[in-house]
Nanobody, 117 residues
Framework: QVQLVESGGGLVQTGGSLRLSCAASGIIFSMNAGVWYRQAPGKQRELVARITSRGFTNYADSEKGRLTIARDFDKNTVYLQMNSLKPEEPAVYLC???????????WGQGTQVTVSS
């Protein structure tokens, strides 16, 4: 059974930082891209960062410079470091595993991030 479990969300002040984690089991995460999405109330789910199986990264244009995605092969985990958080960004952050063909195969349950002003 494949599971992706996110953690690290919470309440943070404007300008603060959080590091989200996505731990995988039942799947070799390094053979898939790890992808973070953001789902805000009333808005479409949007991709914020991706790291491929080879370690290439890309970010949403609006997030460049504030987010860093990384992976730990030994822990089978993908991380999302978020800095300089803004108050308009409260949302659920979801982790997904993307196959080499670009298919989003598995999703985590999400972790809530709330930024106070």
């Amino acid at each position: 059974q494949v599971q992706l479990v996110e953690s690290g969300g919470g309440l943070v002040q404007t300008g603060g930082s959080l590091r989200l984690s996505c731990a995988a089991s039942g799947i070799i995460f390094s053979m898939n891209a790890g992808v973070w999405y953001r789902q805000a109330p009333g808005k479409q789910r949007e991709l914020v960062a991706r790291i491929t199986s080879r370690g290439f990264t890309n970010y949403a244009d609006s997030e460049k410079g504030r987010l860093t995605i990384a992976r730990d092969f030994d822990k089978n985990t993908v991380y999302l470091q978020m800095n300089s958080l803004k108050p308009e960004e409260p949302a659920v952050y979801l982790c997904a595993a993307e196959s080499p063909l670009g298919v989003l195969r598995y999703w985590g349950q999400g972790t809530q991030v709330t930024v106070s002003s």
